[in-house]
C-alpha cells in the first residue's frame, strides 16, 4: 500500500504497517501545536514535526511512536507551504532559541490568536470567545532585550556561548544573535574571547567544576544602558575587577557588570544573590513615559514596545475614570502598576519577591507616584487581608498561572477570593494560553465573571508563545 493511499483514506489500517519508530513517512502537514511543532496525520493518528510549516508535504523520519501521536524529525521537504520563507538566521534550523524563523510573520500571528482561541474553547470551556487580532510588531528581529546564554567549551578548547540545540545539550556557539538587540552583538562575540584569555574555568554541569555557567546581557532599548553578567558558581574569579572596568572603558553603552552566583546543580540560570563589581547594579529604562530600573535578574518583558502596546490596549478598555482602586496582582517592579497608578486614585503591588518589591517602591519615587504601595507576599495570602475593596483586580502570573506555587489549592485560593470580593472587572494578562484558559473557567463558570474579549500580543517573535490579555466584568 502506497503512503499516498494512505494519507488519502485516513483509516486505522493505513498507518499500521507505517506506525513504527525509524519509519519514513509521507505527510501533509495541517497545523502547527502549541509547542511550536508542524501537525500531521497518518492513518487518524497525530505526528508532531519540528521545522515545519502548514500546506508542507514532507518525508518525516518516526523518532518516538506512541499509540496515538508520534513524533517525528525531517527528512525531507517534497512540496513546500506557500507560507514557508527562508530564515534570517544561518542556525535557524539547528539553534533552539527560535522555532518559527521559516514560517512568513502573517502565518505566526494566525498561529497564535488560533492557539488562545483553542485552549479557551478545550481547556476553559468558553464557546466562540471573542479573540481580537494578534498586536503585531513592527520588526520581528532585534527586538530582545535580554540574552542570557550557556557557556561552554568546545572539544578544542575555545570558549562558546549561544544556545542549545533543539532537544539537546549541545551548544550551538553563536557571535551573533538576528532575534536580539543588534547593540548587543559586540559583546557576545568579544567577551568569549576575553574569559578565553583570562582563563577562566568554564562549568561542567556533568562534573560540577569550573566557574562561569551563563554570559547574560541585558539592553534599555530607549536609553541604550547596556548590563553584562556572569552567572559563576563561586565568587572567586581572579582578576574580575581589572576585567569589568577594562570592559566598561571599551564599551561607553555598558553601565554596570555584575556577578551572579549559582552553586547548585540545577537547570536554574540565576542564584540568589547578584553582586555589582563595576559600574552600577541596574540600567535605567524608559517605559510608557516613565523610568525604571531594571536590575540583572529583574523580571521585565524581552519586547519593550509590545509590552507597552499591550499596556495601552488594556488602559484603553478600562477607560479609567481616575476614582479606581487598583490591584496589580503578581506586580514584579511594577511595570504595569506604575503607569496604571496615574489614571486612577489607588493603586496596590502584591509580589513574593522583596527585591522586586524593593525595585517597584523605587521606581514609585523616581517617577514621584505617591498612590501606590507594593506588599511583600503570596497572591493568596495577601488579596484577602486587603483593607479596601478593589474595583480592578490585574493578574499577571507566571507560566503556569495562578495555581504558581505548585500546590492547586494555593491557585484556587487566588481565584476563589476573587469571586468573594468580587471586583467589578479582571484584567487577567498571560503568557501560556493553556493556564489562563484553565483560571478562567473556574472564574466564568462559577457564574461570577463573564470573559468580553482577549487581546493577543506577539512579544515573541519567531517562536511559538503568545501573551494576552483578557478582560472579564462582574455579573
Known sequence: MSLTKSLNTGSS??????????????????DLSDSGDGVGRL?????????????DRVLVRLVRVKPQYAHGKLDEILEASSDRIRPSCIVADKCGGCQWQHIDYQHQLEAKRNQVIQALERIGGIAQPTVDPVLAVADPLGYRNKAT??????????????????????LINLNQCPVQDSRLNPLLAEVKQDIQERGWGIYDEKLHRGKIRHLGLRIGRRTGEI???LVVKDWNLAGIDAQAQEWLT????????????NPDRTNAIFGTETRCIAGQPYLLEEFAG????????????????????????????????????????YCGIGTLTLPLAQKVKQAIGLEMQPEAVEQATLNAQLNNITNVNFYTGTVETLLPKLEVKPDIVLLDPPRQGCF????????????????EIQPSRIVYVSCKPATLARDLKLLCQSGGYKLTRVQPADFFPQTSH??????LVCQ
Open 290 to 329: 516613565l523610568q525604571f530600573q531594571v536590575r540583572p535578574d529583574t523580571f521585565f518583558q524581552v519586547y519593550t514596545e509590545q509590552a507597552e502596546a499591550l499596556l495601552q490596549a488594556i488602559a484603553d478598555e478600562l477607560d479609567l475614570q481616575g476614582n479606581e482602586v487598583l490591584v496589580d496582582a
Open 13 to 30: 489500517e493505513a498507518g499500521e504497517d507505517l506506525w513504527q519508530q525509524g519509519q519514513l513517512v509521507e505527510i501533509i502537514i495541517s
Open 149 to 170: 546564554y550557556p557557556v561552554k567549551r568546545s572539544s578544542t578548547g575555545q570558549v562558546q556561548a549561544g544556545y542549545y540545540q533543539k532537544g539537546s545539550h549541545h
Open 404 to 419: 504558581s506555587s505548585g500546590h492547586p489549592k494555593d491557585g484556587r485560593d487566588v481565584l476563589e477570593t476573587l469571586l
Open 250 to 261: 571599551r564599551y561607553p553603552q555598558l553601565v554596570g557588570v555584575s556577578l551572579n552566583c
Open 43 to 55: 492513518g487518524g493518528r497525530v505526528v508532531f514535526v519540528p521545522d515545519t510549516v502548514p500546506g
Open 227 to 229: 548590563l553584562l553578567t
Open 466 to 471: 503568545v501573551e494576552c490579555a483578557a478582560v
